[in-house]
């Protein structure tokens, strides 16, 4: 599986020699409508699920029930005969393993949904059961069967710094805890899959991906076929969240069965199969040794932490998060278990990082009797254009109305318990290499072509945006073209990095089509090229003649502006800040806790279009409410099946969960365009935490904060008041 | 005529409450003790149908369509996979997320728990029957100006709630509007942009 690393470039970048982002822009920085919004609200929109092709088959996954087993023996000859059906594929051999309820063990396609189930059933598979690991606590045993090749564990190397001994020798105040989070899943509304077609050797699939030129590379390799073969398309697509980077299984198994059928097919995974197989955020466990000094400097960290990715994946996390331990030392162990393999997820390791160090941060406050702002204002780095924190966690405290928060537990009667709370996040971002084509057409509309995509955060608007802007004209004129591998190469939208990559390869492509067309005019204008300039819809001449955007294109005769660009540097930068602070209710009768309000101070660099910016970050707070409050893969621990794999006990929040949040976005153009998918998914959970904690006066030290840990916590705490 | 275990027979309709008792037999008689209006209930109950596809007809935004499906196929797969009208979303497929919202004679159902069968002689209305051509229905323009959308997969499904919310309440507070639009979900959490063009459509006529 691919990940989407964090990408780290320089904070500022030297300004573009030929095409710096514009001084006074006409469009960036705006609010503009997204441009795909009319087709997605009227249901035209056809993402991947809603393609259907002339004598289109639907296929379906046969998955093991097992937790881990071996296929003794696999008989599809039933399926084979079964009504409608048109293709079968064994995707697993007789004595080849499965390793987690999901496990793809074969599949088929028919000519309808219903015919395509119905065979799934008459694939009689004879497992061997084997001894499998359900969670942690069972692979972790010393006695637990060895299920993993080399180890249920893998036990990484220490990362120290400084003086570990020195550093608890100067702490007044030793906390000592052990912290943890859960395993979400992503939850993409359009499940993975895609519909595949062959036309001889060529492949065109319709996939649900966030990466068209990774899917076309994975399906080549997987099929063995040229590159030059395989066409990926994604006009729309419902959701990956890091989940969706290549074809995978489900879309290898679909090709070969359109081949083995010689019709297209469809194979869209239902939801159980999305829960199960398709990638999940690792859980994070984290035994913590921290020390303070009488002043509140933190003075030294001592970690082991542990988590699970799944079956045989790893489950890193940044730790500590943002603040300064000056002496400090941390050993990861990833712990395999039989379940679906973990993926990247909206700002992968950050926030199972942060939640354990802000919660820890606000036990270390609380020992030195400091204020949590004053305490992080004293522990944060120095204050640089990606490390803003000093600057947004009094701009946030403003926000919320942080002077009226009380000392940890709501004193007022009654069961109703108020607090505030507040976290930190960074991210990396930066661009990348993309690649674009423009054409400047004789009739004045222009064509932008990018083999990125829109996975919902606006990538088709910031195109036509960027272009409009770059040759002053309005946006309607522009057709932005994307999502589709017969288009210049861009990278996965992952990472936070769509953006910075896409923006630069654009304002440079569509600055040398303008370039190209000045050099074509110019004569007719009576001027050198370099006198010419673009804005408010007109090309003008320095000191002269003025003609009409329109007009100025009839003057290319009958032959289109036509040029490629690229990425360049000096447009982009990488590392983002921002401060969440959030307000809550909590029921010490019930357990049950409602957040009332999260502010936001957030950076991201130059803003491209403020409204879809301000979406996204609704967005990750959102996320963040979620994987406080509500979500949480959950297996059994006898069997290894996950108890949950629907969307009515996997609970994710509904409209009457959302609490008021207001955003307060900091604009720095002079960084260049960053990215902003994952920063603000990051510190919403731990802001929520640190507020039960201000409104009980006890430490949740697990998410997400359910009802029952709410209520056992104040249990502990010697009941309530 | 084939007769069924429950004593119907294949044409409902020629069926006399005298034959229907004699098939029921005593047995059931004295355990379920049917009244009159029981009996004549079932005895008009829709006659079983399939397994294999079976003809029915679909009055979908005003338009009748004429298909055969199986017994089992539910509305929003009907629509989707037979009638190539894919705009109505199927998500968690098990009634809990609302992607599949359609109006059903004036209320808001999900149709992947409403058979196609079951919505025979109903008027259906999915998300594509809302625009008139390229004009966007009040709702579908309020969701596209305060960016009540993002990956859009979600979105028809809490377009057609809020159509069916205002065509009840044109003017609802917005605890009414939070109350109403709880049955659908969101992943990508537009909900900020999605309660506020609820609160602003304006001129969806009252249903």
Not at chain 1, 41 to 63: E, H, N
Not at chain 1, 613 to 624: L, V
Not at chain 2, 7 to 23: E, I, Y
């Amino acid at each position: 599986m691919r990940q989407v690393p964090e990408v780290q470039a320089a904070a500022r970048p030297q300004k573009h020699e030929k095409y710096p982002w514009p001084e006074k822009p006409a469009l960036i920085g705006t609010e503009v409508k997204r441009i795909d919004g009319p087709e997605k609200a009227s249901g035209r929109a056809r993402y991947a699920y809603d393609i259907k092709r002339p004598g289109m088959l639907y296929a379906k996954i046969l998955r093991s029930p097992h937790a881990h087993a071996r296929i003794v023996s696999l008989d599809a000859s039933a399926a084979e005969k079964a009504p409608g059906v048109r293709a079968v594929l064994p995707w697993r051999k007789a004595g080849e393993k499965v390793v987690y309820q999901g496990d793809e063990v074969a599949a088929v396609a028919a000519v309808t949904e219903e015919q395509a189930l119905d065979a799934l059933r008459l694939i009689k598979v004879q497992y061997e059961p084997l001894p499998h690991l359900a969670n942690v606590e069972q692979a972790m045993r010393a006695e637990a069967p060895l299920v993993f090749e080399g180890g249920n564990v893998k036990v990484g190397a220490a990362e120290e710094n400084g003086d570990l001994a020195a550093g608890f020798k100067a702490a007044a105040h030793i906390v000592e805890n052990t912290y943890n989070t859960q395993v979400q899943t992503h939850v993409s509304l359009e499940t993975h899959g895609c519909v595949c077609e062959w036309q001889g050797e060529n492949l065109t699939a319709w996939v649900s991906t966030q990466a068209v030129h990774g899917t076309r590379e994975g399906f080549a390799k997987a099929l063995n076929i040229p590159m030059n073969n395989v066409r990926v398309i994604t006009e729309y697509m419902g959701g990956g969240f890091g989940s969706k980077f290549g074809p995978d299984v489900q879309g290898i198994i679909c090709a070969q069965l359109a081949k083995k059928a010689a019709a297209p097919v469809h194979l869209l995974l239902d939801r159980k199969e999305e829960h199960l197989a398709t990638g999940n955020r690792p859980s994070a466990y984290a035994r913590i040794k921290a020390g303070v000094s009488a002043d509140g400097q933190v003075t030294a960290f001592d970690a082991e932490t542990w988590g699970t990715g799944g079956a045989g994946a790893g489950s890193g996390f940044p730790l500590p998060y943002i603040y300064q331990f000056p002496n400090r030392r941390r050993v990861h162990k990833d712990v395999y278990i039989n379940a679906g393999q973990q993926r990247a997820m909206r700002a992968p390791g950050h926030p199972q990082g942060c939640f354990i160090t802000e919660v820890l941060m606000d036990e270390l406050a609380d020992r030195v009797r400091m204020d949590p702002v004053q305490f992080r204002l004293k522990n944060l780095p120095d204050e640089a254009p990606n490390a803003m924190w000093k600057s947004y966690f009094p701009m946030a405290a403003e926000m919320i109305g942080w002077s009226r928060r009380h000392p940890t537990g709501d004193p007022s009667p009654g069961p109703i318990k108020r607090g505030l709370g507040c976290a930190a996040n960074r991210w990396g971002g930066a661009g990348r290499g993309t690649r674009a084509h423009c054409e400047i057409n004789p009739d004045g509309t222009v064509i932008m072509r990018t083999g990125t995509q829109d996975i919902g955060t606006g990538t088709r608007t910031i195109v036509a945006m960027v272009t409009a802007e770059t040759l002053g004209i309005p946006m309607d004129l522009v057709t932005p073209q994307i999502g589709d591998s017969n288009y210049p190469f861009s990278g996965g939208s992952g990472g936070s990095t769509t953006c910075a990559s896409v923006s630069p390869a654009i304002r440079v492509t569509a600055g040398k089509a303008r370039d190209a067309l000045f050099a074509r005019i110019a004569p007719q204008l009576g001027a050198a090229p370099e006198a010419l300039s673009a804005g408010n819809g007109r090309i003008s001449a320095q000191g002269g003649k003025s003609v009409a955007w329109k007009d100025a294109c009839k003057m290319l005769g009958t032959e289109p502006v036509s040029v490629d660009g690229e990425w360049e540097a000096g447009l982009s930068a990488s590392g983002t800040s921002g401060v969440q602070m959030s307000e809550v209710e909590v029921d010490i009768e019930t357990g049950i806790t409602r957040v009332r309000r999260i502010v936001c101070v957030q950076d991201m660099g130059l803003v491209v279009d403020a409204k879809t910016a301000k979406t996204q970050i609704y967005g990750g707070i959102i996320g963040g409410v979620n994987y406080a409050l509500f979500e949480e893969r959950l297996l059994d621990r006898n069997t290894a099946q996950m108890v949950n794999p629907d969307m009515e006990f996997y609970l994710i929040g509904a409209l009457s969960d959302i609490p008021q949040i207001d955003v307060r976005i900091v604009n720095q153009p002079d960084r260049g365009v960053i990215g902003i998918g994952e920063p603000p998914a990051i510190s919403t959970a731990a802001a929520i935490a640190n507020a039960v904690r201000n409104a009980t006066g006890v430490t949740i030290r697990s998410l997400p904060l359910t009802p029952d840990k709410v209520l056992a916590a104040l249990e502990r705490a010697g009941g309530t008041n | 005529m084939a007769k069924n275990d429950q004593g119907g027979t294949d044409d409902a309709g020629t069926v006399s409450r005298r034959d229907f008792f004699k098939t029921v037999g005593v047995g059931s008689l004295a355990t379920s003790v049917l009244t009159a209006e029981d009996a004549e209930a079932q005895a008009t109950a829709p006659r079983a149908v399939g397994p294999g596809d079976v003809p029915i007809r679909l009055r979908i935004n005003g338009r009748e369509h004429a298909l055969n499906v199986e017994p089992r196929v539910t509305l929003l797969d009907a629509v989707r996979n037979r009638l190539d009208l894919t705009g109505t979303k199927r998500v968690c497929d098990r009634g809990s997320c609302g992607a599949c919202t359609m109006i059903v004679d004036g209320r808001a159902i999900y149709s992947c728990s409403t058979l196609a069968i079951e919505a025979q002689g109903k008027n259906i209305r999915t998300i594509e029957g809302l625009a008139s051509g390229t004009v966007l229905h009040p709702v579908q323009q309020a969701f596209c100006d305060t960016d009540g959308l993002m990956c859009g997969f979600c979105t028809p499904g809490f377009v057609v709630a809020t159509v069916a919310l205002l065509e009840k309440i044109p003017n609802p507070t917005p605890e009414q509007a939070r109350k109403h639009l709880d049955g659908n979900i969101c992943r990508c959490g537009t909900y900020v942009g999605v309660l506020e063009a609820a609160l602003n459509a304006k001129g969806v006529a009252r249903g």
